[in-house]
């Protein structure tokens, strides 16, 4: 997964999902309704269950993929990595130098979960199911 891939939780990002390459449209919050819709491809629009459960779906995958947000930042700028392996490479120093030690800190410090993107639906499901019969 790229970072890039992720959708913010909104109703736009739920759209966007549902219905790629959508030319334009406009959504009423309100009322729940698209006061405009262009499609070339004739796709109806979406409705307001389908983009609630769009949502739900987004935000999981955000929450998993959470840490691909925080070491994004934490990596800092190209430009400063670039340097860290220029020096490893100038003193031909790849598999411990400057760069692999700081990101091998950012990995251990934010690491990958231990459980599938789909587990992780399944747990958080769970978890959900048993908050709601207690």
Known sequence: ??????NPPSVDGAIKS?????ERWDYD????????WEDSKNRKPPTYEEIIEQIEIDTIKWDYYSYLIVREREYGMLK???EMIYRDFKSSNF?????VT???KIKEKYPKPPISLEDYIIEIKNNNL?????
């Open 29 to 36: 919050h309100g009322s729940r309704q698209f006061t405009i």
């Open 18 to 22: 549902l219905r790629p390459n959508v």
């Open 95 to 99: 598999s411990n130098g400057e760069y």
């Open 80 to 82: 400063d990595q670039l």
């Open 1 to 6: 997964m790229r970072r890039e891939d992720l």
């Open 102 to 104: 700081f990101i091998d």
């Open 130 to 134: 048993q908050e709601f019969n207690h």
